[in-house]
């Protein structure tokens, strides 16, 4: 299950969103952003917090349950 996690779940997930946000262009979803303060203030940085956090909940409850 971690490996599954480290390795096929990112890739999938990466794809997903790059898919998804790739032509929005500039704007708040900029996946170009380079400006570290901009980045800070987008909405994209909080949809990758959120992202980040559905997959630690994730990989806790499956590995609660495995147990």
């Known amino acids: 299950m971690a ?3 480290k390795d ?7 794809a997903g969103v790059r898919t998804s946000l790739r ?8 996946l170009q952003e380079s400006d570290w303060e901009v980045y800070q203030m987008s909405k994209l940085r909080k949809l990758i917090e959120m992202i980040k956090f559905n997959m630690q909940v994730q990989y806790c409850t499956r590995s ?3 147990l």
Do not use: A, E, H
């Open 3 to 5: 490996l599954y996690l």
């Open 8 to 14: 096929s779940w990112i890739s999938t997930l990466r």
């Open 23 to 30: 032509d929005v262009g500039r704007g708040w979803f900029n």
């Open 64 to 66: 609660f349950v495995n």
